[in-house]
């Protein structure tokens, strides 16, 4: 497959520079990379509103993919030890600050047409972890607790469904996290050329 | 001749893995094949298995198309080439949560699976971690702790503390913790007398972690661990030594289920899907299905 100028950006946006890295925002358009694979002109606005959304969506996919993994490991530790105790632990009011933190995120997200869907998908996983952390917190209030539990696992089970739902690996967003899994591998796969398909399908 | 029949059954595979992932140190010293397999025991009325492999409707293209991961087959497929079905499993033992080890417990409706609790705490604090501490929930899929909460649910989720004597009549748990995870474990299984063997799950990937070079120190050989680790080096070789002390100090009963010269030691066959069943030790009564 030939390499586009927009894919080519979104290329380096995901896999070269941190999401947060300042080069991001400065690279958009008209920077040298981008010239040198194509005209700067002939870049549609889409595909650059595209790559801002996979740049900013990407840390908030992340962070909700750990939060799952935060959570669902405590309801084991509930479920499978016994442990009621473990609604008195730190990790639960820490979880909600991440779960704010994300909501602040999430918020701040500019969704390009075509790409609603896979916001949403972010979006109800977010809020069905915040459905379990309030069922943890009536767990915790309440003597009969069982129930809360359950609902909570039902519910973290709706979130990852979501999270499966909006992972694109072209993006950087899978569930599992390989990029150091294997640190020759990855360096391979991009020496190879990588993935240089279109990132998302925009429902055509 | 003893209780338990032992196979190690390939499901999967990457022919060009990096060695220095599985043998510290070995920097530069290029790829070796990497089979990906699950063991399977067999005896006293029990089937278990050690690990369960990944679901390849979740990973399968990415992992083709990143790593070069081959030939995945499910488990009713890999486990029909001893006689078995899933259904027939019982009992599951997970060595560590990494994907490729307990990524598939749906394909498994009957067993229940044990896990150490310090591999799922540990992970919630890693997850919890701040981004830039990612590095320390490597190659763990959150969805696999969310379907080990639906396991939880149903009481078919076990958390133990450490070691655990008689499991099954004679297969025991041991913990490795802070090692290649925070709390792998490996099977022992005892089958009367001397004839012991380990699972070792990923506390050994192959020989050369048991029986590595020792020319350089002028010994004979020397335990060289395991090149990926969330844990320490000092903890896979302490962990080694536990293993080989079970088993008399004989390096063959040690078994590395990624390793892919099992073959040289054990009888084996490649099935018509092109992989391998190696056939560790055979109970009393039981029909080889290798030869």
């Given at each position: 497959m030939t390499r586009t100028p927009d894919n080519a950006f979104f290329a380096r946006a995901v896999t070269i520079h941190r999401y947060d890295c300042e080069a991001v925002p400065a690279s958009h358009g008209t920077d040298a990379a981008?010239?040198?694979?194509?005209p700067a002109e002939g870049l549609p606005d889409r595909s650059e509103a595209v790559a801002a959304y996979a740049v900013s969506a990407r840390p908030v996919y992340d962070g909700i993919r750990r939060l799952i993994g935060h959570v669902a490991g405590l309801l084991v530790l509930v479920e499978a030890g016994g442990r009621r105790d473990v609604l008195d632990l730190p990790d639960l009011p820490a979880a909600r600050e991440r779960w704010r933190e994300l909501e602040g995120r999430l918020h701040a997200i500019g969704v390009p047409h075509g790409l609603e869907a896979h916001f949403g998908q972010l979006a109800t996983a977010h809020a069905a972890i915040g459905e379990v952390l309030d069922e943890f917190a009536a767990a915790r209030r309440q003597r009969q607790w069982q129930h809360h539990i359950d609902r909570a696992g039902e519910r973290i089970t709706l979130a990852y469904s979501c999270l499966q739902s909006a992972s694109e690996p072209r993006a950087g967003m899978t569930p599992v996290d390989f990029n150091h899994a294997c640190c020759s591998c990855a360096q391979r796969w991009l020496q190879e050329g990588g993935n240089?398909?279109?990132?998302?399908?925009?429902?055509? | 001749m003893g209780q338990y029949s032992i196979w190690?059954?390939?499901?999967?595979?990457?022919?060009?893995?990096?060695?220095?992932?599985?043998?510290?140190?070995?920097?530069?010293?290029?790829?070796?094949?990497?089979?990906?397999?699950?063991?399977?025991?067999?005896?006293?009325?029990?089937?278990?298995?050690?690990?369960?492999?990944?679901?390849n409707k979740d990973y399968g293209k990415h992992l083709g198309d990143k790593f070069g991961v081959e030939n995945w087959r499910s488990p009713e497929n890999v486990l029909s080439e001893v006689g078995l079905s899933p259904k027939d499993v019982d009992?599951?033992?997970?060595?560590?949560?990494?994907?490729?080890?307990?990524?598939?417990?749906?394909?498994?409706?009957?067993?229940t699976f044990y896990i150490q609790e310090r591999e799922i705490s540990k992970w919630v604090w890693a997850m919890s971690l701040p981004d830039r501490m990612r590095w320390m929930n490597v190659a763990v899929d959150p969805g696999d702790i969310v379907r080990g909460v639906d396991l939880a649910r149903q009481k078919r989720l076990v958390t133990i503390d450490g070691a655990k004597e008689d499991v099954l009549p004679g297969v025991d748990l041991h913990a490795a913790f802070d090692s290649h995870t925070y709390g792998s474990m490996w099977v022992t299984v005892r089958n009367g007398g001397a004839d012991t063997w380990v699972l070792a799950g990923d506390l050994v990937y192959v020989f050369e972690n048991i029986e590595g070079s020792g020319a350089a120190v002028d010994v004979e050989t020397l335990y060289v661990p395991v090149g990926l680790a969330v844990g320490s080096q000092t903890n896979l070789v302490l962990a080694t030594e536990e293993m080989m002390k079970q088993v008399g100090y004989e390096a063959k009963r040690v078994i590395p289920i990624h390793e892919e010269r099992l073959k040289d030691r054990f009888p084996?066959?490649?099935t018509k899907e092109g992989l391998r069943v190696t056939e560790i030790c055979l109970a009393d009564g039981e029909k080889s299905r290798v030869s």
């Open positions: 981008t010239t040198r694979d194509g240089n398909g279109s990132v998302f399908n925009m429902g055509a | 190690v059954l390939e499901y999967s595979y990457v022919k060009n893995y990096h060695k220095s992932g599985v043998l510290y140190g070995a920097h530069n010293e290029g790829y070796v094949k990497l089979p990906y397999c699950y063991a399977l025991i067999k005896g006293n009325g029990h089937v278990a298995m050690v690990d369960v492999g990944y679901n009992t599951v033992f997970i060595t560590h949560a990494h994907f490729d080890h307990f990524g598939n417990v749906e394909s498994f409706p009957d067993a084996s066959r490649i």
